[in-house]
């Protein structure tokens, strides 16, 4: 008899998107990944999610849509953070420079919003959500 594995749903914790970034992302992930989204807009609320609910992967905007406040600030919090800086976080950025910053705040290196069907960008969410 051939058992069927299940899997266990992953939570994504998504900040800073706009509308229909934030829309496209979501359908992106879940049409992948066996996820729910949960979506915030400011840093504020984007830490007392985290501090409320453990998330499998953080993926946070460079520059917030909300008020354009930095999306490394929140990285760097949650890296000095002992409740948080294990958890994985990714920046949404299409800029290297960026993306190589992240890193050296202790980030995956991410992605960016042109790269969703790019291979690479598969292979990092995959890394992390399967």
Known sequence: ???KIKTMTKSVLSIGQCGPDEST???FLQGAYDVRVKSVALKAEALSAMKEKT?????????????YSDGLEIIREMKQDDQLKNVPVMLISNFAESQKEAVAEGALYGFGKLEYSETETKNRLSAVLE
């Not at 998330?55 to 905007?61: E, M, T, W, Y």
């Open 55 to 67: 998330f499998d992967l953080v993926l946070i905007n460079r520059k917030l849509d909300s008020d």
């Open 1 to 3: 008899m051939l058992r």
């Open 25 to 27: 992302l979501t359908r």
